[in-house]
């Protein structure tokens, strides 16, 4: 049995519009929305490109371009649905470990939601966990949410 494992990133910053919904995990929450092309769901993209990474087939970025008006707005559980279908021709998702970094909101209460959403459209685990940054950086100073994603992922 052949085992890989990718590495996920992802980073947004809180949008000053006041319409921009909070996107994570696929669920909307209260709390400042998040500039981006798409809906900004930074676990969502961050959790994508380490399938993508584990599986040798690129990025986010080079799949779905912000660059292309065709992805304007996209529900990036979409996205990841899709990054999934084409990793689990070859691959079996062993679990998906994601830290994702932010002030507010508290995800606690989320987390189990978010953990279900994302682990039904990757077809297997998924763990969130929510950290703070205690006030130090630009995550600290509420300036934008962060998230890393590790996927483990082993040969049909």
């Known amino acids: 049995m052949s085992v890989r494992v990718g590495l996920g990133f992802d980073v947004h910053a809180f949008s000053d519009d006041p319409a921009r919904r909070l996107v994570l ?22 959790v994508s490109d380490a399938l993508l990474g584990a599986a040798g087939l690129g990025d986010l970025g080079s799949r779905y371009p912000d660059t292309d008006p065709a992805w304007a707005g996209a529900d990036s559980m979409a996205l990841l649905a899709d990054v999934a279908a084409e990793v689990g021709s070859g691959w079996a998702v062993g679990n998906v470990d994601c830290a994702i970094v932010l002030e507010a909101p508290r995800l606690a209460p989320h987390r189990a939601a978010m953990e279900a959403a994302l682990a039904a459209v990757v077809g297997g685990p998924v763990s969130v966990k929510p950290k703070r940054a205690e006030g130090l950086g630009a995550l600290g100073r509420r300036e934008g949410v962060a998230c890393w994603a590790v996927a483990v992922i082993e040969s049909r």
């Open 25 to 46: 995990a696929g669920l909307v929450l209260d709390g400042r929305g998040l500039s981006g092309h798409s809906d900004a769901d930074v676990l969502a993209h961050a």
